[in-house]
């Protein structure tokens, strides 16, 4: 079973945990629905089909949990149901889209960590918070949020331990988490309004400094934009 880490929301081709009651038709929880349960999703419509997993319960609460597989989450709209001999369940789960910032094969791994491939350039918490995917090789369909990206090792340490540790057989994606691309689209707004008053600069080389005052030699840099490319996708990160 694939797991994910701290992802907080369904990210597409992430695998993502959901927990639930089940209830039954009068409001009660039920317990002990887990020997019983068939899961099943439709993606963007289709016919259902099984779960690859199943729910477990939660100590004996009357809560379950199920990680939805990374291939079960490549769709625009996800439908889950479970139904139990006592109860059912249903979420529709509407994953996001992340833009790709780094995809290659790593030159190893650990417990909770991963390094990058050789040649990758990065600073210092430079991808701290993004979200990395195993998308092949040892570890595949496991996704995690990343805690910390030290530049003289290439090492990104993840939220947690993997399930199945990486080496240097595995792919992966580094994604752009949710929050970071709405910071981006703001900056971006704030880039269009300061061109028109002349306070925005363009040094040609994928960066872009925005600044708090119309003369850059004696204004503050506000913020500065830089540019990355994976295949024909460019992605903008603020700092």
């Not at 039954?24 to 997993?53: E, H, L, M, P």
């Not at 979200?131 to 090789?137: C, E, K, P, Q, V």
């Not at 040094?203 to 003369?215: A, C, F, H, R, S």
């Not at 506000?222 to 460019?234: E, I, S």
Request: hydrophobic content about 40%; glycine content about 10%.
């Amino acid at each position: 079973m694939a797991n994910d880490i701290g992802l907080g929301q369904p990210i597409w081709g992430c695998p993502f945990t959901l927990m639930f009651p089940i209830r039954d038709r009068y409001g009660a929880v039920q317990t002990g629905c887990a020997s019983t349960a068939d899961s099943k999703i439709s993606k963007d419509g289709g016919a259902f089909v099984d779960c690859t997993n199943e729910i477990t319960e939660i100590g004996s609460s009357g809560c379950y949990q199920i990680t939805l597989e990374a291939a079960e989450l490549q769709a625009a709209c996800v439908l889950y149901k479970v139904s139990t001999s006592a109860g059912a369940y249903y979420a529709t789960l509407l994953p996001v889209r992340c833009a790709v910032v780094l995809d290659d094969q790593a030159a190893g791994g650990s417990a909770n960590t991963l390094t990058l491939a050789a040649g990758t350039v990065l600073a210092d918490g430079q991808y701290d918070g993004y979200i990395l995917l195993l998308d092949g090789g040892t570890g595949a369909g496991q996704a995690a949020r990343v805690i910390s990206s030290i530049a003289a090792t290439r090492v990104l340490t993840v939220q947690a331990n993997w399930e199945t540790q990486p080496d240097a057989t595995t792919t992966y994606q580094l994604l752009q988490p949710p929050e970071r691309a709405a910071m981006a689209e703001d900056a971006a707004r704030e880039v269009r309004f300061r061109s028109c008053m002349g306070v925005v600069t363009d040094l040609g080389d994928g960066t872009i400094k925005v600044y708090d005052g119309p003369d850059p030699a004696g204004a503050n840099v506000l913020f500065t934009l830089t540019k990355t490319t994976v295949g024909d996708q460019d992605t903008w990160v603020r700092s």
